[in-house]
């Protein structure tokens, strides 16, 4: 009887162990913010985009949360997230709090952060002036061109040993891009780690500013990121090098402090 009791309760434990375990398995790793424009140019990549961010939160319960601007973002809102993705908006428009909760954010290290495509669109916009404190964080670069008739494009990895580029070919090809470019090669203030070779363009264009980076971590920066220009066409949902890359990146950002 009392080997049978012991055997009982072993079980029990042995449940309980794997209950927990089951219910700890399901807290999400990755909390983001996603922070996108609900129309306009990118319209389209964004909602292809969020398509494939929701599959794979489904999959791996990450906790994704979608907001179309800045007003509810401060201090106490961004507390609840180890990830800020900037998914096609720009830096500028953004309200003040979201701006100060934004920088202590990124230089206290308290979340990951990825920027795509747009968030590199720095000047003076619509009537904004540039955000230095972001200009700093980019590399101290200004937008200057793109090719608006867009254009395909190779891209070379430079650090294939860094966590963000794991898994990805020496050199993938991006179709349909606006390839921007910017008033100088951020390189000497980023940590560049992959470029696109511009002689690659199909069709060939004149828009270009030689040595140009296009996926780049500050390492000045607490926090972990990492800005990946491409992310114009939803296409680039269909191009696996892309998806692996924005899986990468995710994963290695949302581990916060480097």
Known sequence: MLKKTVVFICLVLLGCTQFSFAQKSKTPVVKALVL????GHHLAFSKRAKL???????????????????????DSSLAKYNLFIQLDYPPYTWKPAAVSAFVD?????????????????????????????FHEFMGSIKFKDYIPGFAAGKVV???SNHPVMKNLPATFVMENEEWYTYDRSPRPNVEVLA???????????T????????????????ARNVYIF????????????????????????SGQKK
């Open 36 to 39: 996108y424009e609900n129309g």
């Open 52 to 74: 494939w961010l929701d599959s794979i939160a489904q999959k791996e319960h990450w906790q994704l949360d979608y907001f179309t601007n800045t007003d509810a973002i401060n």
């Open 105 to 133: 954010y990124i230089d206290k290290g308290k979340g990951g952060w990825i920027g795509l495509h747009h968030a590199t669109l720095l000047g003076e916009f619509d009537g904004y002036a540039m955000w230095p404190w």
């Open 157 to 159: 990895v430079e650090k």
């Open 195 to 205: 470029h696109v070779d511009e002689k690659s363009y199909t069709p060939p264009s």
């Open 207 to 222: 828009k270009t500013m030689g040595d140009h980076p296009v996926i780049w971590s500050n390492p000045s920066k607490a």
């Open 230 to 253: 491409m992310g114009h066409s939803p296409k680039h949902f269909d191009n696996a090098a892309y998806t692996q890359l924005l899986y990468n990146a995710i994963h290695w950002a």
